[in-house]
């Protein structure tokens, strides 16, 4: 008689995902537990194992100017096999104990999509290129 693993409840009204997975540092299939803050962000890289960096934009009010300007912050957090966040996807992420030496999250959910823009040093120098090109046509005319 083979029984199924089944889906740990975490709380919070967060939704278990469909796939099962045999990672340990999973909140739902393996031994990890969250407690703490929990934030929601964009996805800006998938590029490490079992890693994803997340982008959280938030508000910061200024005494001095009494006003408020954007913030962000950039956290590293474990991304389980069953929830496989990638680039672009909105997810909320829960404070554990530390996994490695810049992780101290682990992906929750999975929100949504969103566009991610390329901010990479090579597509601002394109645009600049692009923006001075039109204007030597003009001067030459």
Excluded: W
Aim: overall charge positive.
């Amino acid at each position: 008689m083979v029984m199924e693993k089944k889906n740990k409840n975490i709380g919070l009204g967060v939704r278990a995902p469909e796939k099962t997975c045999k990672d340990r540092n999973c909140p739902f299939h393996g031994t990890i537990k969250t407690h703490g803050r929990i934030f929601t962000g964009i996805v800006i890289s998938s590029k490490a194992q079992k890693t994803v960096t997340v982008k959280i934009k938030r508000l910061k009010y200024f005494n001095k100017y009494e006003r408020y300007g954007k913030k962000r912050t950039i956290i590293h957090a474990h991304n389980p096999e069953c929830i496989d966040a990638k680039k672009g996807d909105v997810v909320k992420i829960m404070e554990t104990r530390p996994i490695s030496k810049i992780k101290n999250f682990v992906v929750i959910e999975r929100v949504g999509h969103q566009e991610v823009k390329e901010e990479s040093y090579e597509a601002v120098e394109k645009e600049m290129k692009a923006e001075k090109e039109p204007a030597k046509e003009e001067k030459g005319r």
